[in-house]
Nanobody, 118 residues
Framework: QVQLVESGGGLVQPGGSLRLSCAASGSGFLIYDMAWYRQAPEKQRELVATITRAGSTNYADSVKGRFTISRDNAKNTVCLQMNSLRPEDTAVYYC????????????WGQGTQVTVSS
């Protein structure tokens, strides 16, 4: 069974930086697209950034120029470097991956809290 485990959340002041990481564990699988989502209190979950296996990226307009998504296919990891953080970036951040084991399905991490506050 494949699992996604996130790390790196926390409390940061406005203008600060955080780096989130997500690692897939298990065996006999292949990861295609990976992504980060976030969900703020009383709001719907929203897409933050995506990255294909080949490394093509896309970002939500609200984070363009501030966040960078990257991945290491050999280590089955994806990271989200978040700079110039704003209070409105406060949310639980979730790692997502399209993974083929016996068949393709979506996997989600457990979420990591990011709080931007002075």
């Amino acid at each position: 069974q494949v699992q996604l485990v996130e790390s790196g959340g926390g409390l940061v002041q406005p203008g600060g930086s955080l780096r989130l990481s997500c690692a897939a564990s298990g065996s006999g699988f292949l990861i295609y697209d990976m992504a980060w989502y976030r969900q703020a209190p009383e709001k719907q979950r929203e897409l933050v950034a995506t990255i294909t296996r080949a490394g093509s990226t896309n970002y939500a307009d609200s984070v363009k120029g501030r966040f960078t998504i990257s991945r290491d296919n050999a280590k089955n990891t994806v990271c989200l470097q978040m700079n110039s953080l704003r209070p409105e970036d406060t949310a639980v951040y979730y790692c997502n991956a399209q993974i083929v084991q016996l068949r393709m399905r979506d996997y989600w991490g457990q979420g990591t809290q990011v709080t931007v506050s002075s």
